[in-house]
């Protein structure tokens, strides 16, 4: 069973707002992910972490920033929430050395902006 | 950049039986494909991890096999149960996408009692 958390599950926040979400794994790898997915879509991938002080964009822009301070915790960053960030955004972790590593995500927070 | 498409996008099934849901890709050049379940405003559970040197992986009532060089995996479920009723994603770890994945849109499966 893989221990990744999110947190808030569900939050609804007001256009202009500063939001952070929190991800954090027990599990102690050293590689993890933010995916947004909307209703009916692929989720696609907004950011990643290869280790501690390692961020890289994803291949869909987004306006949120991430952090990763500490292994375990890579937290994600609306500056300014807008309507067209409402989604479902999913954090994910994987080990392993090289290339085979399995990809264990978190239950998701689902975004909405009003 | 690589493409993942699964059919059916939607399937309904009466209990017990077996089924064959679809994953295709356009680019051979992976390190692996996974399978998830998503359940309704849940995150992804991952049923199976195949390795671009594997051609099928089991667990359970659960087969995937994996085609590689005609960019095609099947995710095989023996004697369906209204449990299994869920989205079903394949993903693909391409060569050139760091540790990323590319999803489907996911097939929706229902299973009636």
């Known amino acids: 069973e893989a221990d990744i958390y999110q947190t808030p599950r569900y939050l609804v926040i007001g256009t202009g707002k500063k939001i952070t979400l929190e991800c954090s794994q027990t599990?102690?790898?050293?590689?993890m992910y933010w995916y947004q997915q909307d209703p009916g879509m692929e989720l696609h991938l907004i950011h990643y972490?290869?280790?501690?002080?390692?961020?890289e964009k994803g291949d869909l822009s987004s306006e949120s920033t991430v952090s990763r301070i500490r292994t375990e915790h890579f937290p994600l960053t609306l500056e300014s929430a807008r309507p067209s960030h409402t989604s479902q955004y999913l954090c994910a972790s994987s080990a392993g050395l090289g290339i085979s590593g399995e990809q264990y995500f978190g239950p998701g927070t689902r975004l909405t902006v009003t | 950049k690589q493409e993942v498409t699964q059919i059916p996008a939607a399937l309904s099934v009466p209990e017990g039986e077996n089924l064959v849901l679809n994953c295709s890709f356009t680019?051979?050049?992976?390190?692996?494909l996974q399978w998830f379940r998503q359940d309704p405003g849940k995150g992804l559970t991952s049923l199976l991890l195949i390795q671009s040197s594997q051609r099928e992986q089991t667990s359970g009532r659960l087969n995937a096999s994996l085609d590689k060089s005609s960019g095609r995996s099947t995710l095989y479920i023996a004697a369906s149960q209204p449990g299994d009723s869920a989205t079903y994603l394949c993903a693909v770890r391409p060569w050139n996408s760091g540790y990323a994945l590319n999803f489907g849109k996911g097939t929706s499966l229902l299973v009636t009692p």
């Open positions: 680019d051979s050049a992976i390190y692996n």
């Open positions: 972490s290869y280790g501690v002080n390692s961020t």
């Open positions: 599990m102690g790898h050293d590689k």
